[in-house]
């Protein structure tokens, strides 16, 4: 069950995909031929899009490609977490081999994390739980509940759609690529990346991903908006 910040944010996400549909018929020249729009929104959305994207991405220091959230979710930060190494199974599309427990060993032989294991009588059986906390090494490489194993760059603006506007209200979908400029030595673990499989295309720098961020107007101008930034680099 989702909590109240992530309905609120879910809330704010379909308001902003309900719009999307609305693109063709509120974009301003929308009703142009294609060719000549494309060629006056590029002129005029192209650098800003970039610009903002360039300043939100250095605005996050250090690492910002990171692991799924695995302390928390969005700014919900939590100093541990506890896995029943019994009772899981594969991570949802990550594939086999991907459980919490094979994610958070991983990370423990790499010197991220570190376990304290207990056990309860629940109904007559013995559980299992192993508690992990972040040592200083993986807080020393986390943003927020991640942990964070290389640094990416705006590579390119793909495509973007809108700008979407409702009443003084203007957003657009953003597309875009990022190279990476830096990643961490424990990241070529063979073990990590087993239980990390979407970060091998990553560090072998060959990811094709196509990132979207939503970019809303404010009285400050374009930015990247608040309920899309924890959805970025992950």
């Known amino acids: ?15 902003i995909a309900m719009l999307a549909g609305l693109v063709c018929y509120v974009t301003p020249g929308a009703a142009a031929p294609a060719a000549r729009y494309d060629a006056r929104a590029k002129a005029e959305y192209g650098p800003i899009f970039t610009q903002v994207l360039q300043k939100f991405i250095a605005s996050m220091p250090g690492l910002n490609i990171c692991l799924p959230p695995l302390f928390g979710y969005g700014d919900v930060v939590n100093d541990t977490t506890v896995v029943n190494p019994d009772a899981e199974g594969p991570v949802v599309g990550a594939g086999v081999g991907t459980s ?31 508690t992990y906390r972040r040592t200083a090494k993986g807080l020393a490489v986390s943003q927020g ?4 194993y290389a640094r990416g760059e705006l590579d390119r603006i793909v495509k973007w759609k809108g700008p979407i506007a409702l009443g003084e209200y203007q957003a657009a979908f953003v597309y875009y690529t990022v190279k990476t400029a830096h990643i961490e030595s424990w990241a070529n673990s063979p073990d990590v990346q087993a239980a990390f499989p979407t970060m091998k295309s990553v560090v072998k720098g060959e990811e094709t991903k196509v990132r979207q961020i939503v970019i809303d107007l404010s009285s400050e101008g374009w930015d990247v908006a608040e309920y899309s930034k924890f959805l970025q680099m992950q």
Do not use: D, F
């Open 145 to 148: 509940p991640s942990i964070c």
């Open 1 to 15: 069950m989702k909590n109240a910040p992530e309905l609120a944010m879910a809330r704010k996400i379909g308001l």
């Open 100 to 130: 919490p427990t094979s994610q958070l060993k991983s990370l423990e032989a790499a010197g991220l994390v570190s376990g304290i294991e207990s056990t309860r009588e629940v109904n007559g059986k013995v559980v299992r739980n192993v």
